[in-house]
T-cell receptor
């Protein structure tokens, strides 16, 4: 049982390049989330998807887009990467939205934008 | 912006000592969660709290949901080297929209053998 799987694990981009971070979960969870983690900042919500077919902005959505491809997969896209987007990105899922049932996290994608 | 104040920011302790950390908020929360993050990995849930005043244990860990609903604390008893990591509190604010979990900035714990 893999849980939440993120790819790639590491990525280096030049400013202006685009890329998509992939996330898949095998727990049949309804809700999925993208967070970014910066030193000393904790985790901040970028976007979330309460259920298949819906997406909503979180705390720091600017510069990102998301797609809930199906129940299992939720991708995060950077159209034109900026150095401020250097961060560790975590995907998470939960059976119900919010804190009613806890989030399960992937192992992160470490992104550097030069 | 950031909703939760977590302290201390870091702790350096001797193996066998007890540890205490806490989280406070200016808003009322209806769920408190405590996570641990090991280097290079995602956060893993330690304890979940759903009711004001609730006290829950998980092995050497004990967490409480504050009676005012604005705070929570985590205690680790008899620390061991594998307790090293970053501990995060997280909460869902009362009345917040679906999916909105707020995180503290973390407590970095170092345990000396």
């Amino acid at each position: 049982n893999a849980g939440v799987t993120q790819t790639p694990k590491f990525q280096v981009l030049k400013t202006g390049q685009s890329m998509t971070l992939q996330c898949a979960q095998d727990m049949n969870h309804n809700s999925m989330y993208w967070y970014r983690q910066d030193p000393g900042m904790g985790l901040r919500l970028i976007y979330y998807s309460a259920s298949e077919g819906t997406t909503d902005k979180g705390e720091v959505p600017n510069g990102y887009n998301v797609s809930r491809l199906n129940k299992r997969e939720f991708s995060l896209r950077l159209e034109s990467a900026a150095p401020s987007q250097t961060s560790v990105y975590f995907c998470a899922s939960s059976e119900l939205g919010g804190g009613l049932l806890p989030l399960h996290f992937g192992n992160g994608t470490r992104l550097t934008v030069t | 912006g950031q909703q939760l104040n977590q302290s201390p920011q870091s702790m350096f302790i001797q193996e066998g000592e007890d540890v205490s950390m806490n989280c406070t908020s200016s808003s009322i929360f209806n769920t408190w969660l405590w996570y641990k993050q090991d280097p290079g990995e995602g956060p893993v849930l330690l304890i979940a709290l759903y009711k004001a005043g609730e006290l829950t244990s998980n092995g050497r860990l004990t967490a409480q949901f504050g009676i005012t609903r604005k705070d929570s604390f985590l205690n680790i008893s008899a620390s061991i080297p594998s307790d090293v990591g970053i501990y995060f509190c997280a909460g869902q604010r009362r009345g917040s929209t679906l999916g909105r979990l707020y995180f503290g900035r973390g407590t970095q714990l170092t345990v000396w053998p």
